[in-house]
């Protein structure tokens, strides 16, 4: 997974982490994202792994079109 940016949704916690994680361990390049709500876990996921997180609500078009 060298030089592949994964982007995750709802990266902090539950299935997102735990495929941040393993995708973390694989050398992805990671894009984590989530709620702003969340803001506070997923940044210290973010630290932790690497990568950068943006904040979305992905059921929303115009914050995904931000995001991306």
């Known amino acids: 997974m060298k030089d592949k940016v994964v982007l995750i949704t709802g990266a902090s916690g539950g ?3 735990a ?3 393993k995708f ?3 050398k992805a390049k990671l894009a984590l994202n989530d709620i702003a709500q969340a803001e506070e876990a997923l940044k210290a996921l973010s630290q932790e792994l ?3 997180y ?3 609500d ?3 078009l115009e914050e995904v ?3 991306v």
Do not use: D, H, R, Y
Request: charged content about 25%.
């Open 15 to 17: 299935i997102g982490k």
């Open 19 to 21: 495929i941040a994680q």
């Open 54 to 56: 943006f904040l979305a």
């Open 24 to 26: 973390a361990a694989a």
């Open 50 to 52: 690497g990568g950068k």
């Open 58 to 60: 992905v059921s929303k």
């Open 65 to 67: 079109e931000k995001m």
